[in-house]
């Protein structure tokens, strides 16, 4: 299995990014996927979350309404479009897929780098 994220960058404040998750090796409308990020010297927090369909989302309150997560299960990949981005969001983003909506997260990906400038 391998979730690989791509769309990282280094981007004003104010701007928009859209990360992309690409899914193999696994069946992957069966997850539920998401989000999570870790500043520099800080934990893992979660970002957001979509189940089966993109009506059917969760988000942290600090991006919720800036964030959108959707997914493409035809293309097994899940995005994160972020807008009015600001420099604590700064943060290596990584997505994770838990099996049936879980709760434990079985696969992760290796992260990509999103930096805020002010």
């Known amino acids: 299995v391998q979730l690989v994220e791509s769309g990282g960058g280094l981007v004003q404040a104010g701007g928009s990014l859209r990360l992309s998750c690409a899914a193999s090796?696994?069946?992957?409308?069966?997850?539920?996927m998401s989000w999570f990020r870790q500043a520099p010297g800080k934990e893992r927090v979660f970002v957001a979350s979509?189940?089966?369909?993109?009506?059917?989302?969760s988000y942290s309150n600090s991006v919720a309404d800036r964030f959108t997560i959707s997914r493409d299960n035809a293309k097994n990949t899940v995005y994160l479009q972020m807008n009015s981005l600001r420099p604590e969001d700064t943060a290596i983003y990584y997505c994770?897929?838990?099996?049936?909506?879980?709760?434990?997260?079985?696969?992760w990906g290796q992260g990509t780098q999103v930096t805020v400038s002010s």
């Open positions: 994770a897929a838990a099996f049936m909506s879980s709760g434990n997260y079985n696969y």
């Open positions: 090796g696994l069946t992957f409308s069966h997850y539920e």
């Open positions: 979509v189940r089966w369909t993109n009506e059917d989302t």
